[in-house]
């Protein structure tokens, strides 16, 4: 938009056939306006009518953002500073003139957050109350919704007319009366208790009448949310009873949305355990006295039960994969090794039950099948995403003459493999033991503090990050616990490295700018090899959290390309299982309390050097090659049954 000499005047907007533009528009919102400024734009360039076309450039410009009222002056601030003075002259000068409320409170917003304007704030506060009734739809409220907000949180930062904006928040709610059929009273209602504004008595009674009428749909986060509503209206009215009874019935709305989850064809136990873990910490969160909380304890526990036997059927449904195997014998051995035990101890052996990859065997599992069928090592596999995307390919081929494109092929299979390794760990030997546990003990975030606060993997003030997601995990809510667990290991690598190999945590630019280092520069340190052996290595690096060829969690929960049923998946279980052996490992280690005859040991050599460490890795190491002799006399025989 380059400078007019002489500059823009209120004559050029009367004549620039700004109004044509607003009144063809079906919709009277600035983004609608926006791509329709930009087309009269063109026409206007084409005529070359140079002082319209600027006008109307202008125009397109300012209203080609969309409104986010909660940091409105910021971003507005940001997304309009290359509006110069000479612009912004001219807007103020047609402020008064524009008659459409939309267009005018924009531009009235624009002149207060860059030039705090106070006569252009009072009249961005009436003109978006205008705008809002003529773009109020119950049905597409959000425009009408974001123009109230932004009214109100304006008009109670200027001390202007706020009792205006909040009569029309209450009109627009008596016109709805809870009926509306989405979100609208929901957030106004909510707009008001941010204030403490409304008749609290009033608002419970239509956020339950709404809430009703939402159950009645079956649509049960709407409901839930206007139960949360009525909640905090029984609060601010100090009526204890009603709090609590609300509070039950928001907390019942994921028992029914997990009821419903059973009633898909075919039903669906993964998501239903998901909405009863939910349940269950929604029962548990009811604040009150003990006696005011009975009800609510007695149905966490209920529904626990409920939650411990949809895990236990949703086994089923995350083995589908495996079912050529038979690993009931597995999940036996598995819930035998927890069963019957105190919870620390059953938490500390669920730790040891199987162990992290064997890069070794692998190594040699790739290699073999390389060379017994060849035919499919020929050309480069290439790994997709669920929506067709080329994720990583495979560098060259295992057979290659090139060393280093062979190693590099040999790696990418490697970690496809062992994906499989993974899962199959999960189902078999982490669920059955988890749902063991589960069944036994009733699980709080502070029975794991004693484990996570005597871990040497846990730095000093990350106990509690490490409890809840350990917690989550363990009674199954996989999306807590992943978001949680996968930082919190970067910067436990981070601090191992500073603490004990004196490696600086993070790098100074020349700016003088210090980045804390992330798992693609530390876990490729050449001392990371004195604090985790091979195997562990492996999984922290090529399974868990930097290599694309592998589960690569880490980078695609950070981007948001993980979905719903993936964080329902055995890797988010196996993540969380070796996330718990990380941080007994080191304990177990010290204490040396693990009875070496005990089948399920396999240390698999992490933190080298801790005390007492070499003395027991070579019994570990003994045990190992027995437990190698078995595998592959194992193996001898089934080959030979086969070729019978």
Known sequence: MPSLNPPLTKDDFINSRWQDVVNSSERRDCLTYDSAFWKKAQEAKEAESVREQA???????????????????????????????????????IASEISDPELQARVADILWVRRHDYRMAQ????????????????????????????????????NYKADTIISHIEAVLDRCNGEDPLWLSAKLMELLQEYRLGAPTKYAALAGKAATLAQAARDWRRARTYWKIK????????????????????????????????????????????FMQQAVEAFRSIRGTKEETTAAKSRSEEVHKLLLQYQEKSRKELIASSHKFDISEMVEQART??????????????????????????????????????????????MMN?????????????????????????????????????????????????????????????????????????????????????YAGLTGDFFTSTHILIPQ??????????????????????????????????????????????????????????EHSGSNLRNRMAHGLINDGEFLSSLMSYLWWFTLRLCCLPILIHQHKVEQSDPWVKFAGMFKDDPLFDEFVEDMAAYRRELDAEVAANEVTSEESQSE
């Open 231 to 274: 909640v905090i209206w029984h609060l601010l009215e100090k009526d204890r009873e009603s709090e609590l009874a609300a509070s039950m019935l928001a907390a019942e709305t994921y028992v029914k949305e997990a009821e419903d989850a059973l009633k898909e064809n075919p039903p669906s136990y993964l998501r239903a355990s998901h």
């Open 386 to 470: 669920e929506m067709g995307k080329v994720i990583a390919c495979q560098p060259g081929s295992v057979l290659s003459s090139d060393p280093d494109e062979a190693e590099a092929a040999t790696r990418f299979e490697m970690n496809q493999n062992a994906i499989y390794y993974q899962t199959l760990q999960a189902q078999a030997y982490v669920e059955p033991a988890r749902y063991q546990i589960n069944l036994e003990h009733s699980v709080r975030i502070n029975d794991l503090l004693p484990i996570v606060s005597n871990s040497p993997f846990v730095p000093p003030e990350r106990e509690y990050l490490f409890a809840k997601g350990l």
């Open 55 to 93: 006008v109307l450039e202008i125009l397109a410009a300012v209203t080609s953002a969309a409104i986010k009222p909660e940091s409105t002056e910021e971003f507005f601030a940001e997304v309009f500073q290359n509006l110069t003075d000479e612009h912004l002259d001219f807007l103020a000068e």
């Open 123 to 158: 009249l961005a506060v009436t003109a978006y109350l205008q705008s809002a009734i003529g773009l109020e739809d119950p049905e597409k409220w959000t425009c009408c919704f974001d123009r109230i907000e932004r009214a109100l949180r304006l008009a109670r930062k200027i």
């Open 489 to 546: 290991i970067e910067n436990s690598v981070r601090y191992l490295l500073w603490r004990r190999q004196d490696v600086l945590p993070s790098g100074l630019d020349d700016k003088g700018i210090q980045n804390e280092h992330n798992l693609n520069t530390t876990l490729y340190r050449s001392e990371i090899t004195s604090i985790f052996d091979e195997d562990t290595l492996f999984d922290l690096k090529s399974l868990l959290l930097v």
């Open 337 to 382: 090794q927890v069963r019957g035990k105190n919870f620390q101890d059953a938490l500390f052996a669920l730790s040891l039950l199987g162990s992290p990859t064997n890069v070794s065997q692998l190594r040699q599992q790739v290699q073999r099948q390389a060379h017994e069928f060849i035919g499919s090592h020929l050309l480069p596999v290439v």
